[in-house]
């Protein structure tokens, strides 16, 4: 597909030479260790994210890695397990198997979200943490990954606006070009209301990736042997924290 490190077109080629250019001249010590980190590859998603036009792109580009370097005052490589802790107690979102692209699939368990008890910074926190974590499992000619938004057993309390609207954030301006699919499971009227509410959030692009799916449509997607009993598969993964990665 055109667009992407190794498949440019000689207009494409020119632009990301135009933008590493820019990059080049950004004389802001506080981004500087994003910038000695960035790699073509991931230059190219905000070129594709804004169409290619230079200065949307660089704009965008330069705002998120001010938001890398400056995150809640630690960055978000300097997000640590510790911080996150009560998230990951929690089970409400994990890794788990790839879909029929290779890509990397991450369960959203909303009915482990309590929108009345929780630290909101820490959950802000949580969220990067996991778009750090899917990005560091990304594996050569894989740029984006499936999300399952499983809503069985949603409530009122479950919905987290702000969270919510942090969420659409990331992936639209700090994260562009990161997700392939999201996938709404088994949600229940109560959402439907709330769900004309979030769309207005999403740009043209990010809505198109969303369905809305039952269980025995997630087969379409996901072989299987990717996914747990509970959805229709073979696997027998089961998440647990102990302290340490979800194993």
Not at 52 to 66: Q, R, T, V
Not at 78 to 84: A, D, H, K, L, Q
Not at 168 to 179: D, I
Request: glycine share 6%; proline share 3%.
């Amino acid at each position: 597909m055109s667009g992407y490190v190794g498949n440019l077109s000689p207009e494409q080629e020119q632009q990301l030479g135009l933008i590493k250019s820019k990059i080049a001249e950004i004389d802001d010590p506080v981004v500087e260790k994003e910038i000695q980190q960035l790699d073509d590859s991931m230059t190219l998603r905000f070129l594709r994210a804004r169409k290619w036009n230079l200065k949307d792109s660089f704009d965008m580009l330069y705002e998120a890695l001010k938001f890398r370097a400056t995150f809640q005052d630690v960055g978000v490589e300097g997000i640590t397990e510790s911080m996150v802790v009560n998230e990951l107690k929690s089970g409400k979102s994990y890794f788990h198997g790839v879909d029929k692209g290779g890509r990397p699939v991450c369960i959203v368990k909303t009915s482990r979200h309590d929108s009345y008890n929780r630290d909101l910074n820490e959950s802000m926190r949580y969220c990067v943490y996991v778009m750090e974590n899917g990005k560091s499992m990304l594996k050569d000619g894989i740029e984006t990954c499936t999300l399952i938004f499983d809503m069985s057993d949603f409530s009122s309390k479950n919905m987290d606006y702000p969270l919510v609207k942090f969420m659409v954030e990331l992936f639209q301006k700090f994260y562009p070009e990161s997700l392939q699919k999201c996938l709404i499971l088994n949600a229940p009227w109560i959402f439907m209301g709330i769900w004309h509410i979030i769309k207005h959030w999403l740009d043209p692009n990010t809505a198109s990736k969303v369905s809305f799916v039952k269980t025995k449509q997630l087969a379409d997607y996901i072989p299987k042997d990717q996914l747990e009993s509970s959805y229709g598969g073979t696997s027998t993964f089961k998440y647990t924290y102990e302290g340490k990665e979800a194993k």
